[in-house]
Antibody, heavy 120, light 108 residues
Framework: EVELEESGGGLVQPGGSRRLSCAAS????????MNWVRQAPGKGLEWLAF????????HYADSVKGRFTISRDNAQNSLFLQMSSLRDDDTALYYC?????????????WGQGTMVTVSS | DIQMTQSPSTLSASVGDRVTITCRAS??????LAWYQQKPGKAPKVLIY???TLENGVPSRFSGSGSGTEFTLTISSLQPDDFATYFC??????????FGQGTKVEIK
């Protein structure tokens, strides 16, 4: 079964750091680009970061550029999001999502999310 | 940055109704438009990509149309399982992905 499972969420103080992980299974992880998306409580979806299959191409949303770093380890079938200088408005459920390989494809597989709460 | 605006924000409808949700882009996104469904406590699920291509397993009562800056998601006959929140997403140049703010479909 194709699955993504996030981990690493928790309570973080403002200004602190946190590293999220996403474990992939059931598909050839090294062949797919991946993304991080978040959703603040009761709010909509916000795309955060993209990484290509070989890590050659990386993009960030302006809201996290310079504070968050996306990376991956294809040997371990894992995706990461290193978050630093965290603010109250970074409180959200963080999802990893696979970019499908079909032409014009969208985010076809999502994890269940890991919650990050930024609070003192 | 491309902005996506959905309307309405909330929609009240009955089982069997035909439902239409609109998504407008601040500039042309060509065919790079997807729709997602999200139920409470669950991750989003892609319904449609490339404006009108139905994801595998998605019922045919869902359809998408549009081009350029204006797009619609239509549910031809609303079913109990369809009460959820729907998001559009643009991915025009694969360097920036933007979601609409969402449309909640409620039971009338």
């Amino acid at each position: 079964e194709v699955e993504l499972e996030e981990s690493g969420g928790g309570l973080v103080q403002p200004g602190g750091s946190r590293r999220l992980s996403c474990a992939a299974s059931g598909f050839r992880f090294r062949s797919y680009s991946m993304n991080w998306v978040r959703q603040a409580p009761g709010k909509g979806l916000e795309w955060l970061a993209f990484i290509s299959s070989t890590s050659n191409t990386i993009h960030y949303a302006d809201s996290v550029k310079g504070r968050f770093t996306i990376s991956r380890d294809n040997a371990q079938n894992s995706l990461f999001l290193q978050m630093s200088s965290l603010r109250d408005d970074d409180t959200a459920l963080y999802y990893c999502a696979r970019l499908g390989n079909r032409a014009f494809d969208a985010f076809d597989i999502w994890g269940q999310g890991t919650m990050v709460t930024v609070s003192s | 940055d491309i902005q996506m605006t959905q309307s309405p924000s909330t929609l009240s409808a009955s089982v069997g109704d035909r439902v239409t949700i609109t998504c407008r882009a601040s500039q042309s996104v060509s065919d790079w438009l997807a729709w997602y469904q999200q139920k409470p406590g669950k991750a989003p699920k892609v319904l449609i990509y490339k404006v009108s291509t139905l994801e595998n397993g998605v019922p045919s009562r869902f359809s998408g149309s549009g081009s350029g800056t204006e797009f619609t998601l239509t549910i031809s006959s609303l079913q109990p399982d369809d009460f959820a929140t729907y998001f559009c997403q643009q991915y025009y140049d694969y360097s920036e992905w933007t979601f609409g703010q969402g449309t909640k479909v409620e039971i009338k």
